[in-house]
């Protein structure tokens, strides 16, 4: 079965009445987040939906593995938000997935205004190559590339 997109349920949530409520969120209970851990719960969605596993995200995010599973779990967190754009970048998602990725995290997101924000907002929308091509490109502009986490690049 496709996924409903947001859209779609706020569609929904529009001729949802009280008395319905309870009906919407059994009918929709797989597309919805678990409040106690959004972020987790929908990048673990976005991850299944891609056809990924966890361990290939963090691969290709050149990413401690170890330290990735506890931010997705929601176990560790972090204030560097190039961390979650990694990750984000890895697991194949569009802008507007790593958009509300950055925000159910707690984060600021992407902002057209800022230049380096600028650049990785077009690699997100081409969405060519891997994090080498993202910070490439952004070496390219002579802005500060992805941070990585530890010695890793």
């Known amino acids: 079965m496709k996924q409903k997109s947001t859209e779609d349920l706020e569609n929904i949530l529009q001729s949802t009445h009280n008395g319905g409520l309870a009906s919407f969120l059994e009918d929709n209970a797989p597309e919805l987040v678990d409040a106690a851990k959004p972020f987790s719960s929908y990048m673990h969605q976005i991850i299944k939906r891609n056809g990924m596993t966890q361990q290939d995200v963090f691969l290709a995010a050149d990413f401690p593995e170890r330290y990735g599973y506890k931010l997705l779990a929601e176990e560790k967190r972090t204030k560097q938000r190039d961390y979650i754009l990694r990750i984000c970048y890895a697991a194949n998602m569009t802008l507007d ?3 509300r990725a950055l925000a159910l995290y707690g984060m ?12 990785l907002m077009v690699a997100f929308n081409q969405h060519k190559g891997s994090i080498l091509d993202v910070n490439a490109l952004l070496a390219e502009h002579k802005m500060e590339t992805l941070r990585t ?4 690049e």
């Open 108 to 119: 600021g997101k992407l902002y057209a205004r800022i230049p380096r924000d600028a650049v």
């Open 97 to 99: 997935e790593t958009q």
């Open 149 to 152: 986490c530890g010695n890793l």
